[in-house]
């Protein structure tokens, strides 16, 4: 531990188990494992002197943000040194002209916005969890929000990173944010790549002008099927919402028991919360075909907000929805599927049924737009195998995604909860193939080892034999 405090000094560590076990988790609190320590650089060259270190000493690591993660990808399983990255918090430049921003890792995402609201522009990923969690969690997950149905998840907001690769040495990606540059999107590649190819500490991020005009709209509907149909159909209006969320009559139950209740009514089936944005001349054409398309799938009662006061009411609600559940719940377990818009009554109606199989109350509150789907399975660790339960119904979920051509994560990520969940989608010669670019980045697998990739296959040890034997 010396030589660790020596990089960042004796008052930016920790090893003593009582503290370590704050670390022992992050938002994925099912599986639980304390790090050997957990040091906190204040710059990138204490992040590549630690890198450095355990990398020569062949000591396992990970990086940490927020832990606001849901997938598990911050758990240390194998005693990892944990980089926590929250004292790299700063907002190093803003450039309005060219519309970017750079920020360390450490940087909390609603901050941002925060940050440059005044001179009127914004971020636009926003996650849920915008206000506690970093623009560097952010890029490791790839994360979303509701309003990336118009303007994209992270990976389209990003202009440029310096990377501390598991070697130590750092790279710059994109340097000047000036994106499209010749050769291979290694952009792409890191952002999303869940902290197993290199350990992000600057990042240069694209911002937006506020749009001139915004309008949210509030639908109340007798039956799921009615507002799963209405989702598609202002789609194919060829309207593009800037966010087009949806809950269910448990997810309801649950925000309004939370922390900012609007006065939903408790025996509705679904509602769905629509904002559209842009130029001003415009929005009401739009906000009025979208009321149309409530009325024709027999909309119980849809209302538009009539004050800042009232959209940011209902946005609050919605934005607590996974917190919410502990309101209704001891536990639940939040998946990510995401799927095709027009299978979404199908997917639904088959989530119900998994509730029903596993008997466990099953919270539908999610990014309908573009089909990114949030279970959240309700459930009591306290007694006996409900936890087990819960993680095959969840299971359960992504294989119901995936069968209808799907995907098992839109933005959590996959972590350690979903990496079996991965031969839901890909073969495996394709997971081989992915596991081979980590080989590149990350040789030792030192960094955040066993998350992302199901373990080997018996098919792919097979072959690991067989070529292993030809080569000798």
Do not use: F, H, W
């Given at each position: 531990m010396d030589q660790l405090a020596n990089i960042v000094g004796t008052d930016d560590i920790l090893f003593k188990k009582a503290d370590l076990l704050s670390y022992d988790c992050d938002g994925f609190a099912i599986e639980k494992a304390l790090p050997k320590a957990v040091v906190f650089p204040k710059n990138t060259e204490e992040v590549a002197a630690l890198v450095k270190y355990c990398s020569e000493h062949q000591i396992p690591f990970l990086a940490r943000g927020a832990g606001t993660g849901l997938s598990g990808g911050a758990i240390p399983l194998n005693e990892e040194v944990i980089i926590s990255l929250v004292k790299m918090k700063k907002l190093l430049s803003v450039d309005y002209e060219n519309r970017q921003a750079v920020v360390q890792p450490g940087f909390v995402n609603l901050k941002l916005t925060n940050s440059i609201s005044d001179k009127g522009y914004y971020y636009a990923p926003?996650?849920?969890?915008?206000?506690v969690c970093t623009i560097g969690g952010n890029v490791a997950e790839n994360a979303g929000g509701a309003h990336c149905l118009k303007y994209g998840v992270t990976t389209n907001h990003i202009l440029g990173l310096e990377?501390?690769?598991?070697?130590?040495?750092?790279?710059?990606?994109?340097?000047?944010?000036?994106?499209?540059?010749?050769?291979?999107?290694?952009?792409?590649?890191?952002?999303?790549?869940?902290?197993?190819?290199?350990?992000?500490?600057?990042?240069?991020?694209?911002i937006l002008k506020n749009p001139q005009g915004k309008q949210t709209v509030l639908a109340y509907f007798d039956d799921v099927e009615d507002g799963s149909h209405a989702v598609s159909d202002i789609v194919s209006a060829g309207i593009v919402p800037a966010a087009l969320e949806m809950m269910d009559k448990i997810a309801i139950e649950g925000v309004e028991a939370g922390a900012f209740p609007v006065g939903h009514p408790k025996d509705i089936e679904a509602l769905l919360?629509?904002?559209?944005?842009?130029?001003t001349a415009g929005i009401e054409e739009q906000i009025e075909e979208i009321l149309q398309v409530c009325h024709v799938r027999n909309v119980r009662e849809v209302k538009v907000a009539q004050s800042e006061e009232e959209r940011g009411a209902w946005w609050a609600n919605r934005k607590t929805g996974f917190g919410a559940m502990g309101a209704i719940s001891p536990d639940y377990l939040v998946q990510d599927g995401v799927i095709p818009r027009s299978t979404l009554p199908?997917?639904?109606?088959?989530?119900?049924?998994i509730s029903k199989e596993y008997g466990l109350r099953i919270a539908n509150i999610f990014h309908a737009g573009d089909g990114n789907l949030h279970p959240l399975i309700l459930f009591d660790s306290r007694v006996p195998g409900e936890?087990?339960?819960?993680?095959?119904?969840?299971?359960?979920?992504?294989?119901?995604?995936?069968?209808?051509?799907?995907?098992?994560?839109?933005?959590h990520g996959v972590g350690i909860e979903k990496k079996e969940e991965m031969r839901f989608i890909f073969s495996d010669e394709e997971l081989e193939a992915q596991t081979r670019i980590r080989e590149v980045f990350n040789p030792e697998n030192l960094l955040n080892q066993g998350k992302l990739f199901p373990t080997p296959s018996r098919c792919m040890d097979v072959k690991k034999i067989v070529k292993d034997t030809v080569a000798h």
């Open positions: 926003d996650p849920s969890s915008q206000y990377v501390v690769l598991p070697n130590g040495e750092v790279i710059e990606i994109s340097e000047n944010g000036i994106p499209d540059t010749p050769g291979y999107d290694l952009l792409g590649l890191l952002t999303g790549s869940e902290g197993t190819l290199g350990i992000v500490t600057k990042i240069t991020v694209r919360l629509i904002e559209v944005d842009g130029i199908g997917v639904l109606s088959n989530i119900a049924k936890t087990e339960k819960a993680l095959k119904a969840g299971s359960a979920c992504l294989k119901a995604c995936a069968d209808v051509g799907g995907s098992i994560t839109g933005e």
